[in-house]
């Protein structure tokens, strides 16, 4: 049986938030909202930055360009997001999706508590 969801059949709703781990559809849409932004302006962002260094598709080979300049853009959105969720009011939710990418690729940002010497 299919629950109501706001006066609407929706189970897909609730699935989502669940997903994302929000607390309600408007979150969910601001988090929606937040990913759209983020990912344009980190592709906007990267190729003035990578220019500032030096980097252009016009000084090598697009083989070596295009990997440098995606890495460019993965290390711009990560900034990026959360900064763009603190300005939606969502910095917590952000900063703990920016945790999680960072601990994925080995740098652990939680400090150590309690740690015994022997």
């Not at 699935?15 to 408007?26: A, D």
């Not at 090598?60 to 939606?88: C, E, S």
């Amino acid at each position: 049986m299919v629950k109501k969801f706001n006066g609407m059949y929706s189970p897909g709703m609730e699935t989502l938030n669940r997903i994302f781990k929000v607390e309600s559809t408007t979150q969910l849409v601001i988090v929606f909202i937040v990913f759209g932004i983020t990912g344009s302006l980190s592709m906007l962002l990267s190729r003035p930055l990578l220019v500032l260094l030096g980097v252009s598709p016009d000084m090598m080979h697009g083989v070596v360009y295009w990997p440098i300049r995606i890495l460019g853009m993965l290390l711009v959105y990560q900034v990026i997001l959360v900064a763009i969720g603190a300005l939606f009011g969502q910095f917590a939710y952000f900063w703990r999706i920016e945790k999680r990418i960072l601990s994925r690729i080995g740098i652990n940002l939680e400090s150590p508590v309690n740690q015994a010497d022997g």
